[in-house]
């Protein structure tokens, strides 16, 4: 696996051994990232939960993404993003939250918006609703942004029918699938707040 564009570009990223985590393939990350690239400005905050080996959270600040957070809670994987995000130079610009997704969600209210979120959880664990759930109505989300959920090809996503998502794309590939959803905007949500993630590294 490697870096696929950008400041950091063809350097190799360490995967965790095993198959606790599942690193995305470089031929599909490419493909999310032609998606995404229109998004991504010198000022975007981006989150990476279930991050694994961080190589989408790399990925995005090689790109030019201003911030990038992962929240990862298992040992291997933790020291896979440490040693990456050492490697490729992006210290500075990263924190990494050593918690599960939705205790790490919660940790983050009130410091600010994320421009792009990319979740990507064990395959057919069922963990994609409770934290679509989630970020339906929280305060991490900003106005303009993008959630995007890396899932097994058979996950059934008839729920977002129940959630104020628009679906801006659905791609397909062969096991597995990008669901790219936007929040609608509704009375009650807070307005205003800084869009950077503030607070120590």
Not at 64 to 82: D, Q, T, Y
């Amino acid at each position: 696996m490697r870096v696929i564009a950008g400041s950091a570009r063809r350097l190799p990223l360490k995967t965790p051994p095993g198959y606790e985590t599942r690193p995305t393939s470089d031929k599909i990350k490419e493909t999310l990232f032609n998606i995404l690239m229109p998004y991504i400005y010198t000022d975007t905050v981006f989150l990476d939960l279930y991050s694994g080996s961080g190589g989408i959270g790399i990925e995005a600040l090689s790109r030019g993404a201003k911030r990038a957070v992962f929240v990862e809670n298992s040992k291997p994987a933790l020291a896979c993003i440490k040693e990456n995000i050492s490697k490729t130079g992006f210290a500075d610009r990263s924190e990494i939250i050593s918690t599960d997704v939705l205790t790490a969600l919660h940790r983050l209210e009130g410091r600010g918006k994320f421009d792009i979120i990319f979740m990507d959880p064990p395959y057919d664990m069922g963990y994609e609703r409770p934290v679509l759930e989630y970020l339906a109505s929280t305060g991490l989300v900003g106005e303009d942004a993008i959630i995007i959920t890396e899932a097994s090809i058979n996950t059934d996503f008839d729920f977002i029918e129940r959630l104020p998502y628009d679906i801006m794309k659905f791609k397909k590939y062969k096991n597995n699938c990008h669901l790219f959803l936007k929040r609608r905007a509704e009375k009650g949500l807070a307005q205003g707040e800084e869009s950077n993630i503030s607070g120590e590294l």
